[in-house]
Structures are given as structure tokens and as C-alpha cells.
């Protein structure tokens, strides 16, 4: 054979293992993406075994654990203060929308019951209630959707082995025993768990991808499962990578889309056309550290949520409950306090755009149909530079409508001047409106 013909050969059978079909989201899901652009705050929920230790949700890895010492933590996972309806009454009143729960971390626990895995909350703890259906009954009567995070990643399966980039310190698995194309049927199993027994889910939020980013993850089996069951299911994948086919929405982690201060590659052409999402803490762990000392401020929190927004992307807000199923009140009064801060300025959050000029240090935007929302954030007097150009600004108001400011546009962008005494530390909204 020619050289030619070789390499023509070889390239149509590479596009063959490669290719995947299509994916044409149904109506239902196209309104579910609006539905998620649309609510703009999420609450991020890691919990599980890990959080008995206080040491993050890393723990197994970071201290090199062997996998029946590891083993013994669900014996003493007894959260007797879990209360499913405070919860959803938390996160309801924090004005958030939906929550994205932890159904399974890294260190392969599955907090619900599971028939393909006895290593669950039902089975293995004295606690035995199955958590993922509270959880998911108590938001449901809240009103509040509920995604599930599941994690690629397992530190504990024989099947997933040989490891990956993570995970290489545990002890105590089989070696022998790998298994990849179990270990996707596993997948499938648990996934249809989730899809099947716990009503209408509105988002599978992966997360694991990188431990292995050279590995056939059989995306099209998992999406397809997933889409056949749920069309409407919102799929994710924390993959830090531009969208696969068959994604609904993409996240970034502790990063604006665009930026890249975590070095997990969210770099601005990774940045793609879906629904977009930012995660980030309350605390500085996702799962409970005991020696956290790295507690949000409003402020902080706030601003998150006004730049998430600003970016054209919800924030979805971690909170890391303790062992005992109670949410610390630190973590409760930054949920209360947004809630509070939401009931008067929602209207500049849920059911705007943002990326109108990407957020700076001092400034975000949002827009609905009427108006453009001038979110100050530097909590300063003096003249602010608003880049873009605003050809058409018929009134530049307050939030409340009460005081006009003075304005002028100049080759840099708009030029507001602020006056001392309308200075907000938290937020200083202004509405503009065009002709
Ligand atoms: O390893 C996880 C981490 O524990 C946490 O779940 C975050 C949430 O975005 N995602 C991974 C790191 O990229």
C-alpha cells in the first residue's frame, strides 16, 4: 500500500473510535438552560465520610491512607443533626435556586443507597437513612432544583486501577483487579440509581476527568444514559477544559471564566457559548477543615456572586457541613445574609446578562431588558471609569431611583463621578437606561 493511501486509511479509522454522535439537546433541556442561566446562585453542598476527620475531602489522598483504614470512617459517620427541611429552609432563604450535592466524592462513598455498592451512607454507617433523598424531597418542597456532583475519580475501587495522577499514595487495593470497562458499567449503574429513583434531577456536575485525561472515559455511553433518562438533565463536567459534546453548561472553579488564577487551564479560549458557572467557597476547604481559618466576608461573598454574574455566570457557593450534619454559623449567616441582600437587589442578579465588559477589581455589569446594572465595589468616592462605550445613556440613577449621578463619556469609557455620601462598602448600584 501507498504511503498515501496508509495514512488516509489510518485517519478514517482513527475518526471512527473517535467519532461520537451528535448532540442535539431536546426542548426540555434547551428550557432547562435557560431555566439555570436564568437563577444565577446555586448551593454547593461537600459532605460525606471525609468530613468526620475535618481535614478537607482530599483527606484519604493527602494522608495516604490504606484503604480498610480508610474503611472504618463510615462506622462513626452518624450525623444526628442532619435535618434535611433546615437545610432546604437555609438555602431557600439564602435565595438560591438549586443545590449540587455531593451524591459521591473522590474516595468513592456514595451517599445514597446504592445497589452496586454497599460501601454507601444506608448500608455501611449506623446512620442508615439514605441522605440524597431527604436532601432531594426536602428542597424539592422548597422549590429548590437539585443537581448531583459525582466523581469520575475513586480512590478506592480495584477496578479503577492502575491510579492516576492522584491517589498513588493509597494502599491497599488489588492491582490485579483494574478493570476499566467495569468500572464504566459501575458508572452507569449508580448513574441510573440517581436518575431513577429520586424524581426529576436537573444536572449531573462531574468532577475527576484530570486524574486521568488520557483515559476513554466513554462520555457518549455516560451523556447518552443520562439524556435518554432525564432529557432535560443538565450535564457538566469539571474538567477544566473547553466543553465536550453532549455538555449542557461548563464551570470554572474558583475562577471568572477567562481568568486562570488556580492553574486548572480556564483560559479565555477555553471559555465556550454554554450556560456558564463559577464555584467557589464559603470557607477556604470545600469539605469541612477543622483548622479552617479562612472564613469569607459578606463582602467577599457578595462580590463573587455580583463578578459571577457580571461574567454571564451563576456562582454556585460551597458549603462544607460538619460531621454531625449541622452547618456552621458562619457558613448559615453568609447564605442569610445574601438571602437578605438578594430580597432588595435581586432584580440586578437573576434573570440578567453580564459580559457586557467583563468585571474588573472595582466594577461589574448585569443587564435585563430595561436596564444596565452598575455594580460600584471598590466602596470609594471620586471618579470611576466604566470601560465600554454608552452612546445612548438617557439617565444614570441610584438603584432607588432617588439620586442622579454626573457622567460623561470619554475615549477610556464611562466616567461616573461618585459622591461621598452615596458610598456603599458592599455594593453601590447603579441603574443606567438607554434610549
Ligand atoms: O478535587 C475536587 C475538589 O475536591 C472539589 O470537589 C472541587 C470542586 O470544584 N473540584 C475538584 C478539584 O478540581
Known amino acids: 500500500m501507498n504511503k498515501f493511501l496508509f495514512i488516509l486509511f489510518l485517519s478514517v479509522g482513527l475518526l471512527g473510535v473517535q467519532a461520537q454522535e451528535r448532540y442535539i439537546p431536546s426542548q426540555s433541556n434547551l428550557d432547562n438552560r435557560a431555566w439555570f442561566e436564568a437563577s444565577r446562585l446555586g448551593i454547593f453542598i461537600h459532605w460525606g465520610v471525609y468530613s468526620t476527620l475535618g481535614d478537607g475531602e482530599w483527606v484519604m489522598n493527602n494522608q495516604n491512607f ?3 483504614e480508610y474503611n472504618l470512617l463510615p462506622r462513626f459517620f452518624n450525623p444526628l443533626e442532619f435535618n434535611a427541611r433546615k437545610w432546604a429552609k437555609l438555602f431557600k432563604q439564602s435565595g438560591a435556586k438549586y443545590i449540587t450535592f455531593t451524591t459521591r466524592h473522590h474516595d468513592g ?127 457538566g463536567n469539571n474538567h477544566h477544559l473547553a466543553p465536550f459534546e453532549g455538555e449542557d453548561f461548563q464551570m470554572f472553579e474558583r475562577d471568572l471564566p477567562g481568568e486562570n488564577t488556580t492553574g486548572f487551564g480556564t483560559s479565555a479560549d477555553h471559555v465556550g457559548k454554554l450556560p456558564k458557572e463559577v464555584c467557589g467557597t464559603i470557607a477556604g476547604s470545600w469539605g469541612f477543615d477543622i483548622k479552617d481559618r479562612n472564613q469569607k466576608t459578606f463582602k467577599e461573598v457578595l462580590h463573587y456572586l455580583v463578578k459571577a454574574a457580571g461574567s454571564d455566570a451563576n456562582l454556585l457557593l460551597n458549603v462544607g457541613p460538619l460531621p454531625n450534619g449541622e452547618i456552621q454559623e458562619y457558613q448559615q449567616d453568609r447564605l442569610k445574609e445574601l438571602g437578605a441582600w438578594l430580597a432588595k437587589y435581586g432584580e440586578t442578579i437573576y434573570e440578567t446578562r453580564g459580559a457586557i465588559v467583563m468585571p474588573h477589581p472595582d466594577y461589574a455589569l448585569t443587564k435585563n431588558d430595561k436596564n444596565t446594572f452598575i455594580h460600584v465595589l471598590n466602596g470609594k468616592a471620586g471618579t470611576i471609569t466604566i470601560k465600554g462605550y454608552y452612546p445612548n445613556v438617557y439617565s444614570l440613577v441610584t438603584y432607588s431611583g432617588d439620586n442622579a449621578l454626573t457622567y460623561s463619556q470619554t475615549p477610556d469609557g464611562l466616567q461616573i463621578e461618585v459622591p461621598q455620601s452615596m458610598v456603599n462598602e458592599h455594593d453601590l448600584i447603579l441603574k443606567l437606561t438607554e434610549q
Open 66 to 68: 490504606a484503604v480498610d
Open 109 to 235: 462513598f456514595s451517599m445514597w443507597n446504592s445497589k452496586v455498592s454497599n460501601y454507601n451512607i444506608s448500608k455501611a454507617t449506623p446512620y442508615k437513612r439514605d441522605i440524597t433523598k431527604e436532601l432531594v424531597n426536602a428542597c424539592r418542597a422548597e422549590g429548590i432544583k437539585v443537581m448531583f456532583y459525582y466523581s469520575l475519580l475513586d480512590w478506592g475501587r480495584n477496578d479503577y486501577l492502575p491510579a492516576g495522577k492522584t491517589g498513588q499514595g493509597i494502599v491497599g487495593r488489588d492491582t490485579t483487579k483494574g478493570d476499566w470497562r467495569g468500572y464504566i458499567d459501575f458508572m452507569k449503574a449508580q448513574l441510573t440509581e440517581l436518575l431513577t429513583q429520586y424524581g426529576r434531577i436537573d444536572g449531573i456536575w462531574f468532577d475527576g476527568h484530570w486524574d486521568k485525561p488520557d483515559q476513554n472515559w466513554h462520555y457518549d455511553e455516560l451523556y447518552k444514559l443520562i439524556h435518554q433518562l432525564q432529557p432535560h438533565c443538565l450535564i
